[in-house]
């Protein structure tokens, strides 16, 4: 619903400018005809907004479509696997439905709280400074967590910078508040390891010591681990039993740890300080449009450097460099082509970036980065931007503001890890 004063007087009748010739012509005999098609094209790009009922469907069908796929995915990760979600989980009855239900809950219900918590603290300090924003947008997914998050949509242009300050910062520090006391119940309330031997009755017989015995060098190189960034190591060193601390290697077993675990790397993917992600605004904020914009493309280059760097080298046979070199650098090509004003200047970075990695490669082959985060660079690059734009008020922020953003930016830092999967 919009504000009183955001909404436009009604006109007293329509003006064509801006239509198509054949809408914008002056009236003719075919004039009902000419007015029929302007209201078309009309309601094309100004439609009305939805009912209330309608909207809160909409919100509430997604965050319940979510709730079940995130709880199969729940199931499906505590297996120590990542795939599609166990549909055949359905077909049980009775109390085995109830038992796979039951972990995937522990997983999905605290999960999806943290992001819950995010979102909406970004909904309600919008509102509070008089932006209209959507509800949360959940969105679900048929494999891996189950979701790809929650968003919402800001719906008109935010006037100042301490209110793209505000906005951005609330959703991480709220989400932030949840997940370190959900850690801490994780670690707090840990299974005695007869829980983990339920899973693998093989490792009973070595106690404690288990993983000396049960992971050779093929489980180490190839099993899925999640990294500790400093703040879990801090926590679970302060709240955890060692007796009862499960390996990396079984840790999705264990589904509070995991969500509390996973509510970390998303808030601190969610606060990377580029573009229109909330580190984004956070640094906009503390440093203005000028500074900010002409730290962000060193930022961004510092990030595809790292993700690439091990991908090529030159001890690659020749396949590796025919098929794969020219989608890499079409990729490159792709999300530099708009860092700089001019597109030329951007493909010079791009062809020295590669070149760079390829150095690196041969000066420190056991170095290698995170291929995954190249995705991530593609969103940055090509689709959201790296860029901040201005607002028109670029007052700086208060001083209580200015040393909350450095908070976020430390809380930034205890939270990220250049490789968060293993």
């Known amino acids: 619903m919009p504000f009183p004063e955001n909404t436009p007087l009604p006109s007293p009748e329509p003006d064509f400018a801006g239509f198509p010739a054949d809408v914008a012509a002056p009236m003719a005999t075919d004039a009902p005809g000419r007015l029929a098609r302007a209201r078309r094209l009309f309601r094309r790009f100004e439609r009305p907004e939805p009912s ?40 049980l009855r009775g109390a085995a439905l109830w038992v796979e239900l039951r972990r995937g809950l522990w997983f999905a219900l605290p999960f999806l709280g943290v992001l819950t918590v995010h979102e909406f603290g970004h909904y309600f300090t919008a509102r509070y400074n008089r932006v209209r924003a959507s509800l949360p947008y959940y969105i679900p997914f048929p494999m891996g967590l189950g979701t790809f998050g929650a968003i919402i949509r800001i719906r008109e242009r935010i006037f100042s910078r301490r209110e793209f300050f505000d906005i951005g910062l609330a959703g991480p520090l709220a989400g932030f508040l949840v997940a370190v006391p959900l850690l801490i119940y994780g670690f707090t309330h840990l299974p005695p390891l007869a829980y983990l031997y339920a899973i693998h009755p093989d490792y009973a017989q070595y106690g404690a010591d288990y993983a000396r015995h049960v992971y050779g060098a093929k489980e180490l190189a190839n099993g899925l681990t999640l990294a500790r960034p400093l703040l879990y190591q801090w926590l679970e060193s302060a709240f955890a039993d060692p007796a009862r601390l499960p390996h990396p290697l079984e840790l999705m077993h264990y589904p509070v740890l995991l969500a509390g675990s996973l509510s970390l790397f998303f808030t601190a993917l969610n606060l990377l300080p580029m573009g229109q992600l ?15 914009n002409r730290m962000v493309p060193v930022l961004f280059t510092g990030f595809i450097f790292y993700a690439g760097l091990g991908l090529f080298s ?13 989608v890499y650098a079409g990729y490159l090509a792709l999300i530099f082509w708009r860092v700089f004003p001019r597109p030329r200047q951007g493909l010079l970075l791009a062809a020295g970036i590669w070149a760079g990695q390829v150095a690196g490669a041969a000066l420190l082959p056991g170095v290698v980065g995170n291929p995954g985060w190249l995705v991530f660079g593609l969103l940055l690059g090509r689709f959201t931007g790296i860029y901040h734009p201005p607002a028109p008020d670029e007052r700086p922020l208060s001083r209580g503001r200015q040393l909350l953003g450095w908070l976020m930016v430390a809380i930034f830092v205890l939270c990220f890890t250049p490789s968060p999967f293993g």
């Open 314 to 326: 030159l001890h690659d046979d020749w396949q590796t460099w025919l098929y794969g070199g020219p």
């Open 278 to 292: 909330d580190g984004g605004h956070i640094l906009y904020g503390l440093l203005g449009p000028g500074r900010f």
């Open 52 to 91: 209330a009922g309608r909207t809160a469907a909409l919100h509430l069908g997604l965050f319940l479509v979510t709730l079940v796929t995130t709880t199969l995915a729940g199931i499906q990760l505590t297996r120590g696997a990542v795939d599609f979600l166990p549909l055949e989980v359905f077909q």
